[in-house]
């Protein structure tokens, strides 16, 4: 019995993360054992932003969006500003401007693993004198309210440039302009988000501390961004918790029959021929 109960246990395992019905999730509640809502069953909301630490973070957030997407803007266009034709009406076909607006469109998404925007969770915000900056701590945190906060910050700057965005990419990457006039095409004439100073920062800022993440804490939120977006869900359940769940069961299924759980199947089978 104990060798079976141990291959459920086994399966249960197997299936913990997306295989699980919802009857089997139920017997697990009534076990005591609870997992963590992936994918589409998370429904925990994010944190808000600090609207009041908007005016303040609003240029550099756009400084640094452009300053990552033109990187990839002369990286993707290089070869086609560099080709030059060797017979007239030579038609060469590149690749790259389809990129480079698909790389605008998710440099504010945060929470796309491995994607552009997850520079968003490297940076704390840090009061430096009457100023509010951006840092990059070169490691991801856990996306609070700062984060969201960068996180709005750059969907306001993407919006309110609008195609002038990709368009300030490209011709800067075909006329070889450096990086400070891109930014200032971008963010003082399109966003208008740098033409004026903030105010000065109020001593009486609340600072929301950075928590990085741990190598499996990034891992499990990684894995329920990509359930998410794929439109999937389930539960997953830590062994150690499967196990002591897995014991419950026992010793509920040696109460009901009056069999010791812990038997082997040989003195099961021995009971079983003396009482019949």
Same mark, same amino acid.
């Given at each position: ?15 913990? #993360?997306?295989?699980?019905?919802? *009857?089997?999730? !139920?017997?697990? &509640?009534?076990?005591? @054992?609870?997992?963590? =809502?992936? /994918? ?52 060469? #076909?590149?690749?790259?401007?389809? *990129?480079?607006? !698909?790389?605008? &469109?998710?440099?504010? @998404?945060?929470?796309? =693993?491995? /994607? ?161």
């Amino acid at each position: 019995m104990r060798v079976a109960l141990l291959a459920l246990a086994a399966f249960g395992l197997a299936g913990a #993360q997306m295989g699980m019905s919802g *009857e089997e999730e !139920e017997m697990l &509640e009534e076990l005591g @054992v609870t997992g963590t =809502p992936m /994918g589409r069953k998370n429904q925990e909301p994010k944190a808000p932003a600090v609207k009041s630490d908007l005016p303040y973070i609003r240029c550099e957030v756009c400084r640094r969006a452009v300053e990552l997407a033109y990187a990839h803007a002369k990286d993707k266009l290089d070869k086609r500003f560099k080709h030059k034709a060797k017979r007239r009406n030579e038609f060469t #076909q590149f690749e790259g401007e389809a *990129e480079i607006q !698909e790389f605008i &469109e998710k440099v504010c @998404v945060v929470d796309k =693993p491995d /994607g552009p925007g997850e520079w968003i969770r490297r940076t704390d915000l840090i009061s430096d004198g009457d100023k509010l900056v951006l840092y990059d701590t070169g490691a991801a945190g856990h996306c609070e309210r700062e984060c969201r906060t960068i996180e709005q910050a750059c969907d306001e700057v993407v919006d309110a440039a609008d195609t002038d965005f990709s368009e300030a990419l490209y011709e800067g990457a075909k006329q070889g302009l450096d990086l400070e006039k891109v930014q200032r095409m971008v963010c003082n004439r399109s966003a208008k988000v740098c033409k004026t100073k903030p105010p000065p920062l109020s001593p009486d800022r609340i600072d929301y501390p950075f928590r990085a993440m741990t190598d499996d804490e990034k891992h499990m939120a990684d894995m329920m961004a990509n359930l998410k977006s794929s439109g999937m869900g389930g539960t997953m359940y830590r062994r150690e918790d499967l196990m002591k769940g897995m014991d419950g069961l026992t010793a509920k299924f040696g109460e009901m029959t009056g069999i010791d759980p812990e038997a082997d199947s040989d003195g099961l089978a021995e009971g079983v021929g003396e009482e019949a």
